[in-house]
């Protein structure tokens, strides 16, 4: 099975900031990954899929970038509304495997 | 709009059966790839299952030969057969589907599964 992590496991962040979530992946998965948030108590919600398409609705300051086994996810102008766990999935081979999350907490 | 809402859940002593039904609107469970995800309390999402035609099928190791995926086109419903539970099985079960490009979109609010004696 492919093995997805992420760092940092959470971080703090202001309104405005800029963050950057990094997932990696055991072995390449070309462009397959997908990016979900969660808030508590929720499903979770796709972001970004094929590492770098933005799905529609989700706003532009939401950005994906990789190929290969880095990713990075970044958020620009961070919003109230952002602060939640963010999940990379692999969807390369199966069984399809998630990241371990990272939470994005208010500074 | 596509929609899909978990049944289901409940408490269920170790070594139980219970069987979880995701019904679905606005797609076809029959042409479309049905996932099962699950998130134990406090911990992240865990791909379970998919169901591709009714025919293909995929698990994880963590729960091959005891869960059984299976679509009723009918009812345009899909379901998560689990047997021999085990209590590292309670978990929020999400439904969602597969879609183009290999995202997962939409899911359904989910439904808790506990397994405690």
């Known amino acids: 099975d492919i093995q997805m992590t992420q760092s940092p496991s959470s971080v703090s962040a202001s309104v405005g900031d800029r963050v950057t979530i990094t997932c990696r992946a055991s072995?390449?998965?070309?462009?397959?990954v997908a990016w979900y948030q969660q808030k508590p108590g929720k499903a979770p919600k796709l972001l970004i899929y094929?590492?770098?398409s933005l799905q529609n609705g989700v706003p532009s300051r939401f950005s994906g970038r990789g190929s290969g086994t880095d990713f990075t996810l970044t958020i620009n102008n961070l919003q109230p509304e952002d602060f939640a766990t963010y999940y990379c999935?692999?969807?390369?081979?199966?069984?399809?495997?998630f990241g371990p999350g990272t939470k994005v907490h208010i500074k | 709009e596509v929609q899909l809402v978990e049944t289901g859940g409940g408490l269920i002593q170790p070594g139980g059966s219970l069987r979880l039904s995701c019904a679905a609107s606005?797609?076809?469970?029959?042409?479309?790839?049905m996932t099962w995800v699950r998130q134990a309390p406090g911990r992240g999402l865990e791909w379970v299952s998919l169901i591709y035609g009714g025919i293909t099928t995929n698990y994880a190791d963590s729960v091959r030969g005891r869960f059984t995926v299976s679509i009723d086109i009918s009812n345009n419903t899909f379901y998560l057969q689990m047997n021999n539970l085990r209590v590292d099985d309670t978990a929020v079960y999400y439904c969602?589907?597969?879609?183009?490009?290999?995202?997962?979109?939409?899911w359904g609010p989910g439904t808790l599964v506990t397994v405690s004696s």
């Open positions: 606005g797609l076809s469970v029959s042409s479309n790839y």
């Open positions: 969602t589907r597969e879609m183009a490009a290999r995202r997962l979109d939409p």
């Open positions: 094929a590492a770098y």
């Open positions: 999935q692999q969807a390369h081979s199966f069984p399809r495997t």
């Open positions: 072995q390449g998965v070309n462009t397959w």
